[in-house]
């Protein structure tokens, strides 16, 4: 499989005059769909154009040969037997609760799991997450949790927090070595790593479902607010006051023991 980015639909017209017909699309992610008896192309919103099937090796040299760009494929660890995975969203943003995702893989799930280009979601657009956490969720057993503020705001420590989630969203999932991406005061999981999503592919595919579950919540959150809701915790100043104008509980919306909330406050 080769993955190629900044493709507009254009740019394949050489290929449709050798032997490739159009397909149908499959998602409301996918702009184009071509493929003939030994390759599939698939062209996202996002820009991205993924090549599969046995000729996939061939294909890809002829679509360098009209200057696309190929993106280097992420490498993971090679891991043996069933491996589960966690990760979290929304643990640094001022608005949001927190998302916390689990994902098992054996050897063919992990196949699978790189054949739809699954990467650290920090390198992936929203709207390659929604794709990419649809066809997870199909792929491996998963598991999401995703804690509103209201409900966050009930507990005391974020760390404890983080621990019991991490804990909870891999415990149904079967046997397998639990991996979870590290953080202060981490005392889950049998494999502890900093930047975990960049190693293990299992990871990487929970940082996908934890982040499309976090924008889904700061949508929902939104539209509660009759407002958008930013991301993360440094341009946040405005939107405090406007929860203020509008007289809207805070704890409903942000993480109330936050040092920029607490000094709003």
Known sequence: MSVFKNVKKEDLTPLLNKNFGVD????????????????????????????????????????EKHGLEKIKQQQFRKEDGWMIGSDESLK??????????????DDTIRKKLKEIGVADSKKLK?????????????????????????????EKSQ??????????????????????????GC????????KAEEK????????????????HQIEFLSAEAGFLLPKGSTHVKLALQELKLKKLSFRKFVKLHFKNVEEFL
């Open 24 to 63: 149908k699309p499959k998602t409301i992610y996918e702009v184009a769909r071509y493929k003939n008896n030994d390759a599939t192309l698939v062209l996202y919103t996002s820009g991205k154009l993924v090549v599969q099937g046995k000729e996939a090796t061939k294909v890809t040299k002829e679509l």
């Open 92 to 105: 640094g943003d001022t608005f949001g609760g927190i998302t916390v995702a689990a994902v098992r893989a």
């Open 126 to 154: 929203d709207k390659e997450i929604f794709y990419l956490a649809d066809q997870i969720k199909r792929i491996a057993p998963c598991e999401i949790i995703s804690m509103l503020p209201e409900e966050y705001n009930k």
């Open 159 to 184: 760390t404890d927090l983080l621990n019991k989630l991490h804990k909870n969203s891999a415990k149904d999932l079967g046997n397998g070595q639990h991996v979870v991406d590290k953080y202060p």
């Open 187 to 194: 005392r889950v999981g049998s494999i502890r790593e900093t």
């Open 200 to 215: 293990y592919l299992e990871v990487a595919a929970a940082s996908i479902l934890a982040r499309a579950a976090a924008v």
